[in-house]
């Protein structure tokens, strides 16, 4: 059973957009913590944007602040990752994760629940 589902992905020019998408199960979109990572070329995979689901918190990494917006439709137990203004650093295969613990920070150990991931490229 698929319980995240990632899609969006592409191949882009630099000052491009593009939207990723993350359809969850209904037991995972209701997690503490579901958000973005993202593992570039001999790179360690990074948290890009976390959406505490109380709405206590949102995070997102510095490199992509003012670039990036995180947002859901719970509707659709659906997360998307809007990007803007991409740039070659960017590139990157893009993951959706959910940290399922019950309250508190959630820890980069806490996301145990991953999406197959979608690439993303930004050429210059």
């Known amino acids: 059973q698929v319980q995240l589902q990632e899609s969006g992905g592409g191949s882009v020019q630099a000052g491009g957009s593009l939207r990723l998408s993350c359809v969850a199960s209904?037991?995972?979109?209701?997690?503490?913590?579901i958000g973005w990572f993202r593992q570039g070329p001999g790179k360690e995979r990074e948290a890009v944007a976390v959406?505490?689901?109380?709405?206590?918190?949102?995070y997102y990494r510095d490199s992509v602040k003012g670039r990036f917006t995180i947002s859901q439709d719970n509707a659709k137990n659906t997360l998307f990752l809007q990007m803007n203004s991409l740039k070659p650093e960017d590139t990157a295969m893009y993951y959706c994760a959910a940290a399922r613990r019950n309250e508190g920070y959630c820890y980069k150990n806490d996301y145990t629940v991953w999406g197959q991931g979608t690439q993303v490229t930004v050429s210059s």
């Open positions: 209904e037991l995972i979109y209701s997690s503490r913590c």
């Open positions: 959406l505490y689901r109380d709405g206590s918190n949102t």
